[in-house]
């Protein structure tokens, strides 16, 4: 396959009703990679929906990408770093000492690839295009984890990293861990990515499960 230009996409007004209306707008930018050798790796929880709606449009390997956000000592809320499969660690320099939060997450890391069997649904697959969605980009943290993962499973693979939403700070930085972004909407007053949905529940286990089962079973 001949190298496809790395580009942004920034649609004006996006408003998203859910994440499965913000994956099928995202899936129409990757229309061009139907047909070839793609495998899409959604972050769960919050990503599995949106990753769900590019792999059914593509026909394509889909599976998940377990990366944990590290949270700044007394307010967890706020990313400071994060981990992913592999023994990938991206943490601020000026953070003091998270250790017990990195072990409290990397728990929770190994519980959801063992609850979504993480990795199976694309074993012995090698792609030639690796596509890694969210459903939004906030520090980009997480994010950068999860890409520097990938990156380590598929190294020869054009990596590209998809959401619908993100700061533009946090996109602007994570060019340094892909070959090319792909985001809908990139807002200057971005606060955090739910309020860009009409409807951002929490997404359960077992919705997770459930999309990698169907898009598993719609490939059979």
Sequence with gaps: MGALPRRFV??????????????????????EYKGHSIVVLALPRGGVPVGYEVARALRCPFDT?????????????????????????????????????????????????????????VHGVQPDTVIVVDDGIATGKTAAAALLSARASYPSAKLIFAAPVGAPDSVAELRAYTDEIVCLKTPPDFGAVGEWYEYFPQISDAEVIECLEKTSKSKD
Excluded at 16 to 30: C, I, P, T, V
């Design 65 to 121: 990408i377990v990366a944990r956000k590290i949270g700044a000592p007394g307010n967890p809320e706020y990313a400071v770093g994060a981990i992913a499969p592999g023994g990938i660690r991206v943490i601020e320099d000026w953070v003091g000492n998270v250790e017990s939060v990195v072990r409290e997450e990397t728990r929770e890391m190994e519980r959801r690839i063992e609850k979504y069997k993480s990795g199976s649904f």
């Design 10 to 31: 920034y649609t004006a007004g996006v408003i998203f009703k859910d994440r499965n209306d913000a994956g099928q707008k995202l899936a129409k930018e990757f229309l």
